[in-house]
């Protein structure tokens, strides 16, 4: 996820707070509460005075709000794990079975909705397609790009968690590295 252009400056700053509270609760929040507003599009030294001071003051109300939002996001990468889980063992059983077509139909129903895919990228890629039409063979595209194919990668070869942990991670060493 790309981070929001207003947060940049803030957290060149030192005002982690005060961006993580403009993420979880809103713009508007910060502005009710500091009297600035993170719209304009240069905030003055002023500004951030008074944002890091306000950060000073309300630490801990600040601390407790980003506190919450670590809560809800282990919250939602259990409940993704769990049903994670939930698919592979449902796998597991259907390969512990007897019935041929029943331990394969994953691999059946995978092998013909990529095959799918690829003959309608291969159409869209190379064929004609009426002036009319580009708009519904773009947004179908999209479709079977976003959906289909990654939902079938993530399935048999890993999710993007690991992608966003890798990018959290990052963020954690530049944070580090730049002493803010």
Not at 48 to 72: A, G, I, P, S, T
Not at 86 to 105: H, N, P, T, V, Y
Request: aromatic fraction near 12%.
């Amino acid at each position: 996820m790309a981070l929001p252009l207003f947060l940049a400056p803030l957290l060149t700053k030192g005002l982690e707070l005060i961006a993580n509270a403009a993420m979880a609760k809103g713009k508007d929040w910060v502005q009710q509460k500091t009297g600035i507003d993170l719209n304009k599009p240069e905030l003055t030294s002023e500004d951030y005075v008074k944002l890091k001071q306000f950060q000073l003051e309300h630490e801990e109300e600040l601390l407790r709000n980003r506190q919450e939002d670590d809560k809800l996001a282990q919250a939602e990468l259990r409940m993704y794990l769990e049903d994670v889980q939930s698919a592979r063992g449902m796998q597991e059983k259907a390969l512990a079975q007897e019935d041929i077509f029943s331990k394969r139909f994953l691999y059946y129903y995978t092998t013909v909705c990529t095959f799918l895919a690829f003959t309608y990228i291969g159409f869209i890629t190379f064929g004609d397609i009426p002036p009319d039409n580009v708009r519904f063979a773009d947004t179908i595209l999209g479709f079977v790009l976003g959906t289909v194919i990654a939902q079938m990668f993530g399935f048999f070869y890993g999710s993007s968690q690991g992608s966003k942990l890798k990018g959290d991670a990052i963020r954690e060493v530049v944070k580090n590295v730049s002493g803010k």
